[in-house]
């Protein structure tokens, strides 16, 4: 079974700060996702990656698939970006493949 | 599109009752999955399906949980009877099956036992 580590739990930031949100899994994947939870509890897809990285927005998603690890960047932080990060994670197989997720990191951007 | 649809959004109920929580995916998506998300555990995988037909339920706690996909517009997890620590956010997701892609999730059903 996979175990998917995210660090740190919790950050607090001011507005403006180049946020780092890492995470680590244990076996291969066939791909890893960020996701954002907001207070309200909505969960959205920011990224899915297998490799590389991609970019939307202030947003920065990396992976290395060697060291088992990927990284999420928010650059230029906004008060807006304050909620729970999740970094999940799915398998190879038949293409329907349920998340194993992370805790989640709890961002606060202050103004 | 409306995106995935859950109801209820909350549901207040007692012990030993029975619970039903109901989930419309995305129209055309074939992969229909349901989350539970708790302090303590965090989100988990609770089972999943593909073209209506059950793939993976290890994450079904017990017996008392049971889910259906009668048809692809339509998904219900029941908990029968159910008790305080059932007391979770459930999500359901959908995408489209058949290769890697990003799930999309329903608003959740906020589900207190007493």
């Known amino acids: 079974k996979n175990e998917v580590e995210q660090s740190p739990q919790n950050l607090t930031a001011q507005e403006g700060e180049f946020i780092t949100i890492n995470c680590s899994y244990s076996?291969?994947?066939?791909?890893l996702h960020w996701l954002q939870q907001h207070p309200g509890g909505g969960i959205v897809s920011l990224f899915m990656?297998?490799?590389g990285k991609k970019k939307h927005g202030r947003l920065i998603a990396t992976i290395n698939i060697q060291e088992k690890h990927s990284s999420l960047h928010i650059t230029a932080s906004h008060p807006r970006d304050s909620a729970v990060y999740i970094c999940?994670?799915?398998?190879?197989?038949?293409?329907?493949?349920?998340?194993?997720f992370g805790k989640g990191t709890h961002l606060i951007i202050q103004p | 599109d409306a995106g995935v649809i859950q109801s209820p959004r909350h549901e207040v109920t007692e012990m030993g009752q029975e619970v039903t929580l109901r989930c419309k995916p995305i129209s055309g998506h074939n992969s229909l999955f349901w989350y539970r998300q708790t302090m303590m555990r965090g989100l988990e995988l609770l089972i999943y399906?593909?073209?209506?037909?059950?793939?993976?339920d290890s994450g079904m706690p017990e017996d008392r949980f049971s889910a259906k996909m009668p048809n692809a517009s339509f998904s219900t997890l029941k908990i029968q009877p159910s008790e305080p620590r059932d007391s979770a956010v459930y999500f359901c997701?959908?995408?489209?099956?058949?290769?890697?892609?990003?799930?999309?999730f329903g608003p959740g059903t906020r589900l207190t036992v007493l």
């Open positions: 999940a994670v799915s398998y190879s197989g038949g293409g329907a493949d349920g998340l194993t």
């Open positions: 990656l297998s490799s």
């Open positions: 076996v291969g994947i066939s791909a």
């Open positions: 997701a959908s995408k489209l099956a058949g290769g890697l892609g990003e799930q999309f």
């Open positions: 399906f593909n073209n209506n037909v059950p793939i993976d």
